[in-house]
Structures are given as structure tokens and as C-alpha cells.
Antibody, heavy 120, light 106 residues
């Protein structure tokens, strides 16, 4: 059974840094692209970043480009999101999600999310 | 970037009603569009992928249609478990933008 478990969220001051982790199990981690999606309190979903199965291709939303870095460690079956220069508008629940087999990039499994709060 | 416009932002419906939600994209995306359902405090759940394909385990009352720039999610007979917020997402090219969401309430 596929399971995704995020961790690393918490309270951080503006300008600070944080690293989120997503521990994956139940599938061949290196075979699937992975995505981070966030949701600000009371707001809609925002796609943040996607990394290919090999880690060789990475995409970012303009709102986080240059500040966030997505990476993965297939030996640990773990996805990461390194966040720096954090702003109040980065406050959100951050979800990791697995892409479905095939070519559609649909997100077939999601974690439960981890809350990041950027505030002084 | 591809803009995704979802409508309506909210709707009121009753059990048994037929419900339709639409998404329009600013560029043609073939059928690279997915639909998700989200309930309060929970992660989104994939309902429909590639515009019209029902995800495994999703009830057949959900259906999707469309291609190019105009897409529709239909719930043929609304059930109590369907009261939630629905999002579309284009996966044609990054950034893989979501629609603004449609809240379906009683």
C-alpha cells in the first residue's frame, strides 16, 4: 500500500529556512515523479514543484523559484523541499504527492500534509 | 503560463441533483486535465485523469469530458458524501496550475 508521510513543518521567522521531508513507501520510489502542492489557510491548491523519478528534471512555480529547492534520495525513499528566504505568504499546508503511471502527470496518492507558518 | 478558470466558485445543491463544474484553460491542452475532490482537513483525492478517465475506486456517478480548452466535471446524482470542494488541474506544461476550486454545499 502506498504511503506518503510529510514532516518538518513548523513556525519559522520571515527570512528563515526550513526543510520538509516526505517519506515514501509501498512503491518503487525512483520510478515516479513527485510533486509538492501547498494550500494557504482557507485558500485553494497551489502547485509548487515537481521532480522527475531520476531527479534530473525539476520544475518550480514562479512564486518559489530561486528560494525553494526540491530533491530526492532514492536510497532513503524520501522527497525533500528545501525552503529559504521564507515569507508570510509561504504559510500553508504542504502536501507531497506521487505521480501516476503513464504520461498524464496526475497525482494519484497524497500525504496528509505538514503545516508551515511564517511569522515573527 | 496557462491560466485555468473554474466555475462556479460555489454552488448549492440537494441530494440527487445533477451537478456540473467547468474549467477553461487559456491555451489548448489536449486532454491534460485532472479533477480532484477535497474534504475539510483532508488531502485532495484524484477523481478523473486525462479529462475523462475515472480513477480506480471512484464511483461511476462522477464523469469528465472535454478537450482543448473546455472541460466539465459532472456528478450525475449528488450523494451526501459528495459535499466537498472540487479542483481541476492542467498537467500539459509547468507550472501545473489548479483552478480556483468549486465548493459544493447544501
Amino acid at each position: 500500500e502506498v504511503d506518503l508521510l510529510e514532516s518538518g513543518g513548523g513556525l519559522v521567522q520571515p527570512g528563515g529556512s526550513l526543510r520538509l521531508s516526505c517519506a515514501a513507501s509501498g512503491f518503487t520510489f525512483s520510478s515516479y515523479a513527485m510533486t509538492w502542492v501547498r494550500q494557504a489557510p482557507g485558500k485553494g491548491l497551489e502547485w509548487v514543484s515537481t521532480i522527475s523519478g531520476s531527479g534530473g528534471t525539476r520544475y518550480y512555480a514562479d512564486s518559489v523559484k530561486g528560494r525553494f529547492t526540491v530533491s530526492r534520495d532514492s536510497s532513503q525513499n524520501t522527497l525533500y523541499l528545501h525552503m529559504s528566504s521564507l515569507r508570510a505568504e509561504d504559510t500553508a499546508i504542504y502536501y507531497c504527492a506521487k505521480e501516476a503511471p503513464g504520461t498524464t502527470s496526475s497525482l494519484d496518492y497524497w500525504g496528509q500534509g505538514t503545516l508551515v507558518t511564517v511569522s515573527s | 503560463d496557462i491560466r485555468v478558470t473554474q466555475a462556479p466558485s460555489s454552488l448549492s445543491a440537494s441530494v440527487g441533483d445533477r451537478v456540473t463544474i467547468t474549467c477553461r484553460t487559456s491555451q489548448t491542452i489536449n486532454t491534460y486535465l485532472d479533477w480532484y475532490q477535497q474534504k475539510p482537513g483532508k488531502a485532495p483525492k484524484l477523481l478523473i485523469f486525462a479529462a475523462s478517465n475515472l480513477q480506480s475506486g471512484v464511483p461511476s456517478r462522477f464523469s469528465g469530458s472535454g478537450s482543448g480548452t473546455d472541460f466539465t466535471l459532472t456528478i450525475s446524482s449528488l450523494q451526501p458524501d459528495d459535499f466537498a470542494t472540487y479542483y481541476c488541474q492542467q498537467t500539459y506544461s509547468p507550472p501545473r496550475t489548479f483552478g480556483q476550486g468549486t465548493r459544493v454545499e447544501i
